[in-house]
């Protein structure tokens, strides 16, 4: 179990672990426990670290999709790689 995340270092290391895929079921458990003293420098550096996480992984999602796209046959490769991508987000 990873540790609630209370202050900005426990946030940046979550981050760094959603954004290289690194057990996304506990980080986002922790993610929904923790708490963060919402004050002015603090907030915008949050955000920033967020949103960067946030971006790696829809671009390595991205990235994903185009490497097995470039890769499908016809219909039945579409759907796997859809599929593919849509269990690749809820696993």
């Not at 959603?18 to 922790?30: G, I, P, Q, R, Y």
């Not at 990235?63 to 790689?81: I, P, V, W």
């Amino acid at each position: 179990m990873i540790r609630t995340p209370s202050t900005y270092s426990d946030w940046i290391s979550l981050f760094d672990m959603l954004k290289n895929h690194d057990s996304d079921e506990d980080v986002v458990a922790a993610m929904e426990r923790g708490t963060i003293p919402w004050q002015s420098g603090v907030a915008e550096r949050f955000t920033a670290k967020m949103i960067e996480a946030v971006n790696k992984r829809l671009d390595d999602a991205s990235d994903r999709f185009k490497r097995n796209m470039a890769h499908a046959n016809g219909e039945s490769g579409l759907l796997q790689t859809l599929n593919a991508m849509r269990k690749s987000w809820l696993s």
